[in-house]
């Protein structure tokens, strides 16, 4: 499924419906083997629908993490019913949308593993082997559960002591 999936973004690429970076970023993502059954679904339906503007806005490039962290959209402007799932007593769907260039739990792994080993890298030099401490802080709209539970499975067994707020 997933082949097949790649051939069909391939092709949309080829015949300039998705970014040449769409395509790369689409590619390593379905590739790397961490999606969960319903994120490949959703981009399953995304690439069926020809929704290829969305995939282009949600894959073109990865988020950036600035001086105010992360920052961007959690819901895509083309929501699939894979993550709308169940949706929340107030509409929010239940998973946030997929790709690099929206604020989804992947990404969040994604950064937090970087800080941390930025973090650790910088003691090292500085000949302080204590364990990293960080501070994560986040909000309460949108989906605010991912944020703990991406953070705690990004570090896994890593040497860090966080807390979250």
């Not at 339906?45 to 001086?67: H, I, K």
Request: charged share 25%.
């Amino acid at each position: 499924m997933i082949q097949e999936l790649i051939a069909q973004i391939e092709k949309a690429g080829t015949e300039g419906k998705l970014l040449e970076s769409a395509v790369a970023n689409l590619k390593e993502w379905l590739g790397a083997g961490f999606l969960p059954e319903w994120a490949t679904k959703s981009i399953e339906r995304l690439v069926r629908q020809g929704a290829y503007s969305e995939l282009n806005d949600r894959f073109y490039r990865y988020m950036e993490f600035g001086t105010g962290g992360l920052r961007g959209r959690t819901i895509g402007a083309v929501t699939t019913e894979e993550e709308t799932g169940k949706a929340s007593d107030v509409g929010t769907p239940e998973h946030p949308g997929i790709g690099s260039n929206l604020l989804n739990e992947f990404n969040i792994i994604r950064a937090t593993v970087g800080l941390f080993n930025y973090t650790r890298d910088y003691l090292k030099k500085e000949a302080r082997f204590d364990a990293p401490k960080l501070v994560i802080a986040h909000d309460q709209q949108g989906h605010p559960a991912m944020l703990p539970h991406a953070i705690t499975h990004g570090l896994g067994q890593r040497e860090l002591k966080h807390i979250c707020t």
